[in-house]
């Protein structure tokens, strides 16, 4: 996503992830302090963070910190910490997900819990490897966590800062975590209803991914109510726009450029709004189809087959024009006089960024 | 636990659970919010806190806090707020521990991810009914873990107070964490060894259950370095002799007062000092035994047989006597002026009654 990159200041990633790697070798050397081969599970923790992750939230807290302040501000470190903080909650969420899931691989790399279950089997150790890695891991997403908190507690931001976004603070993580058990359950109760991913993607995604980030720097930099308006409903909908793209990538992308596996939704059995609006606007015996190879692993005519009925019968053209809908109206938001207009330059390019990427 | 009762003021259980219920009742709106039927799994987390549990740490958070008040202190909502927040943690604990181990029932009723397994199966909905029990259960133990810190932050102590007690509240939970994953390895590596199980007490249990909720009920109150360190010692000696109680209830409890499966540590696998002692002092033959019956279904026989191998080789008698060594050397840091002579009362009931329970 090079073109988020650009939507920032070239070494905010890097103070982003200087701050990531301080807080956790801090918080690290407090469970060496308990016992080392519980540091050496705590590693997998850093290796996931440091080493991988599109920093998203992270920078859309901080271009939500930027929009409410001067042009010419440099971002502070407390700040800077501050927004960082999201990335840890992000550990935990990919980290339980790919439990929920039972995914092998995530960023190109064994997930947390099947590379604690492979080091148990080098090990030789007793019991069952999978069960061993499971457990660990979830204790591990825990510390994770917890340690968000932490860090973006005592980032060191002024208490009235601090005070004011903790509320879109909490909201988002009671959020993002409702989200995600809606969209579990949706999953098995075989929702077809299109009302239950559009929540899915309100909360589990828009709020967490882009509205909340926004809300939180906005309300660090102490930002007018007006202000913080505009860019929570710039966030709602270019969250909703980013989660419909990545619906489209989930069945039509490409491998090479997103890292997963070739129509992986369709494989996860994910209920999307792609999903709902095929099966609503295809015939019967095509919505059958989609259906009956939902959460199975697709041989390649199945995909092929999948994809083409989602496009003949317009589901694609219609969330497509749906990400459109969604982008004007995000940029309608930001158009008063109540964003600055170096914070709208930033804003248009994440919003294009995460409505027209390939990964 | 009545005597526990005893040694607080008796109103204080009812605010505790008036807090919790508060707090829960606000946090479910914003679910409520999101989906009413993410709201009947956060009802879960309602039922599972409110309807049980001894409410040990709140119990410890607030005589530290008695303990570095006057003698006719009343405990101000605030603070009763925040040693309530204790309990979210350890329903976080709790919760994901019952998956970890795969146990079906706690405080006489199916385990939060059995319950959820069950609404599944009785809804005919889709997929494993067992997997789909987990992973709710995993999110229900992070809503409880991230409204924990909610309820902490925002319990509304004044800002001096609070920035205080996030030192050993955010340490508490980094060390229960590692003391869980420790115990968990120990679990898997087949330690024998007398340091293992040891730290998983002086962590996972010590620190977790006695000596960080006497320093955060210390640290609200604004209490004397020297009255810290004298709670702190007096925390880690009780934690420790409720552990080895533990243990020992764990071989020897009656199941009609602990609510618990007879010989449940020993059916569970669990690596307990009681045991490390025991495999050490019993002849090599006995130890053996010992070995191979550890993490399954014993018979009756066997439970008894291992029962006799534990009195016999001395392990029983070794364990009480440390028992009583941790409780002398829990009263004997007590004993100075750091400690008011009502905070003293207060904790000797509290080391009584954590170190000769029945359950």
């Known amino acids: ?53 599109k920093r998203i939230r992270p920078r859309f807290g901080l271009a939500g910190w930027s929009a409410a302040s001067p042009a010419d501000a440099t971002v502070p470190d407390e700040i800077l910490t501050a927004c960082a903080a999201l990335e840890l909650i992000q550990a935990c969420a990919l980290i339980h997900d790919d439990i929920v899931d039972a995914s092998d691989t995530r960023r190109g790399r064994p997930t947390v819990h099947r590379s604690i279950e492979a080091a148990h089997r080098d090990l030789g150790w007793s019991g069952d490897p999978a069960r061993y890695g499971v457990s660990q891991a979830i204790l591990v997403g825990d510390l ?76 660090l930099a102490g930002a007018a109510p007006d202000t913080v308006t505009a860019l929570r409903e710039f966030g709602v909908a270019v969250g909703q726009a980013f989660q419909l793209r990545d619906d489209m990538l989930g069945v039509f992308g490409d491998p090479e450029v997103t890292g997963k596996p070739s129509g992986d939704d369709l494989r996860e059995g994910k209920r999307t709004l792609l999903l709902a609006r095929g099966t609503a606007l295809a015939t019967a015996g095509e919505a059958d189809f989609l259906l009956s ?14 994809r083409r009925i989602l496009v003949d019968c317009g589901a694609v053209a ?33 919003a294009e960024a995460a409505t027209r990427r390939r990964s």
Do not use: C
């Open 144 to 219: 994770a966590l917890a340690w968000a908190d932490e860090m973006f507690v005592t980032s060191g931001v002024d208490p009235a800062a601090l005070g004011r976004a903790l509320e879109p603070w909490y909201a988002m993580k009671t959020e993002v975590l409702s989200g995600q058990m809606l969209d579990i359950l949706a999953e098995s109760s075989g929702a077809t209803d299109e009302e239950t991913p559009a929540r899915v993607n309100r909360f589990k995604t828009a709020a967490y991914t882009v509205e909340r980030p926004l809300h939180i720097g906005a309300a």
């Open 318 to 350: 219609s969330v497509e024009a749906e990400i459109d809908t969604f982008t004007v109206r995000a940029l309608d938001a930001i158009g008063s006089d109540a964003v600055s207009e170096h914070g709208r330059v930033t804003l248009r390019a994440l």
């Open 1 to 53: 996503m090079v073109t988020v990159v650009t939507a920032t200041r070239p070494d905010d990633a890097e103070r982003v992830l200087g701050a990531l790697r301080r807080h956790l070798d801090e918080r690290r050397r407090v469970v060496s302090g308990v016992d080392d081969r519980v540091d050496a599970l705590a590693g997998r923790l850093s290796d996931f963070v440091l080493n991988g992750g």
């Open 293 to 306: 190879v939902l959460g199975t692993d697709l041989a390649p005519a199945e995909l092929e087959r999948a």
